[in-house]
């Protein structure tokens, strides 16, 4: 849990994948305090030819309540089981036959969510390959964290996540699974709707400090979108960089915005499964199938991503271009104003936002006749003191007729 390994070129530990991905929330203290290591000699032969590790477990415990009458397994929230690596290996016919079918670990589910009050002898992980990933894998289970599959397989397809492929890399946890987890907040990420067109938008590192100023994912629902089996759910875009643990991910899922598709689950203590769609390409617009939304990542750095989101799906390939080559790093003079349709709404969809939309001072643009953007913006000519005006005022009156003379 706290040994340094280096995997790929990365230095670390599991503690140091669920410090980073938690944003220091859920730390594993190294000291005799927080922890306790035992060895148990059952004195008996090694199972083999059934993959029985919760008997073993249970034999383990009645053991140790022998050698170790002062250990109280209440007071710890994870209890890891680290068996033999030739547990239920079996010799037949001089052909070896595996019980357990290639288990590396396994755990039961949402026994402690890191939000809760803490829970004791209520999770369990059983170990078989003791590696950094699949240890971080189980106890992402105890989290309540399912798998991550890819659009075709429903399990262990993600080779960018804790909770997908046990590669021999670090991994840190994915953004949907850390919105789960409550280490990142709804205040953390972008709520798309599906009435927004095209707008420029800025993600953030995923590992980089959470800032309630700039975004670390975005979202929105949708119920057609298909993958792994699944249908509907939502769709979540995160940014992973070259730098830290990201360094041994992929060549190709470096410093690239990343496409989930993530079941439903609204924040229960069970999650659903999430599925790696794909890696956006830069400089190419890219169209959600099923869906419709269509996203141009512009510019990419270690500190994030500028990309050109357009939810309602009315921009075009030439309009998302030249919105994306005016952001900071781009080299094309700004955007023409975006079509008015879908702008000129006169409601308050785009209040609170952050952006001078449309009319008032300080904005790039004056599209729409009437209206306003009710906060954002300073008041349109007919907005009336923040309330909305669908028609002109009156013109002024006519001069009064001359005095006779």
């Known amino acids: 849990m706290w040994g340094e390994y280096t995997l790929k070129?990365?230095?670390?530990?599991?503690?140091?994948?669920?410090?980073t991905s938690s944003y220091g929330f859920t730390d594993w203290?190294?000291?005799?305090?927080?922890?306790?290591?035992?060895?148990?000699q059952l004195e008996k032969p090694m199972p083999r030819q059934w993959c029985q590790y919760s008997a073993e477990g249970a034999a383990a415990r009645a053991a140790l309540s022998i050698s170790h009458p002062n250990l109280n397994f209440a007071d710890y929230r994870h209890i890891e089981y680290i068996l033999p690596q030739k547990f239920g290996w079996r010799d037949d016919s001089n052909s070896l036959t595996d019980?357990?079918?290639?288990?590396?670990?396994?755990?039961?589910?949402?026994?402690?969510?890191?939000?809760?009050?803490?829970?004791g002898d209520k999770c369990y992980s059983y170990i078989r390959r003791p590696s950094a990933s699949v240890r971080s894998h189980e106890f992402g289970h105890n989290f309540g964290l399912d798998h991550s599959g890819n659009q075709y397989q429903s399990v262990?397809?993600?080779?960018?996540?804790?909770?997908?492929?046990?590669?021999?890399?670090?991994?840190?946890?994915?953004?949907?699974?850390?919105?789960?987890?409550?280490?990142?907040?709804?205040?953390?990420?972008l709520e798309l709707d599906r009435s927004v067109g095209p707008r420029l938008y800025f993600l953030q590192t995923l590992d980089l400090p959470l800032?309630?100023?700039?975004?670390?994912?975005?979202?929105?629902?949708?119920?057609?979108?298909?993958?792994?089996?699944?249908?509907?759910?939502?769709?979540?875009?995160?940014f992973r960089g070259s730098?830290?643990?990201?360094?041994?991910?992929?060549?190709?899922?470096?410093?690239?915005?990343?496409?989930?598709?993530?079941?439903?689950f609204y924040e229960q203590i069970y999650g659903g499964r999430t599925h790696f769609l794909r890696v956006l390409p830069r400089g190419e617009v890219y169209t959600i199938p099923l869906d419709n939304t269509q996203i141009m990542v512009c510019t990419s750095t270690n500190q994030g991503t500028q990309l050109v989101i357009d939810r309602a799906g009315w921009g075009t390939v030439d309009s998302l271009r030249s919105m994306?080559?005016?952001?900071?790093?781009?080299?094309?003079?700004?955007?023409?104003p975006p079509d008015p349709r879908g702008v000129c709404l006169n409601v308050c969809v785009y209040a609170r936002d952050g952006d001078c939309d449309d009319g008032g001072q300080g904005s790039d643009y004056s599209l729409c006749e009437f209206g306003s953007d009710c906060v954002d913006c300073g008041h349109r000519p007919y907005d009336q003191g923040g309330q909305e005006d669908l028609t002109p005022p009156p013109p002024p009156p006519s001069p009064p007729p001359p005095l006779p003379s």
């Not at 070129?9 to 410090?19: K, L, N, P, Q, T």
């Not at 790093?329 to 700004?334: H, I, L, S, Y």
């Open 9 to 19: 070129g990365v230095e670390g530990s599991s503690a140091d994948i669920f410090r």
């Open 29 to 40: 203290p190294n000291n005799n305090n927080a922890r306790k290591i035992v060895t148990v």
């Open 99 to 119: 019980a357990c079918t290639g288990m590396a670990g396994v755990a039961n589910v949402g026994c402690q969510h890191p939000r809760a009050a803490q829970l």
């Open 211 to 238: 800032s309630n100023q700039v975004a670390s994912g975005a979202r929105w629902a949708c119920n057609g979108c298909r993958a792994g089996g699944v249908v509907g759910g939502h769709l979540w875009l995160s």
């Open 243 to 264: 730098q830290g643990f990201d360094r041994s991910l992929d060549d190709d899922e470096q410093l690239s915005v990343h496409l989930h598709l993530v079941e439903r």
């Open 324 to 336: 994306c080559a005016g952001a900071p790093g781009g080299n094309a003079p700004p955007p023409s």
């Open 156 to 189: 262990y397809g993600d080779r960018s996540a804790v909770m997908g492929y046990a590669v021999a890399a670090w991994r840190t946890f994915i953004a949907p699974h850390r919105f789960q987890a409550g280490w990142m907040g709804s205040s953390n990420i």
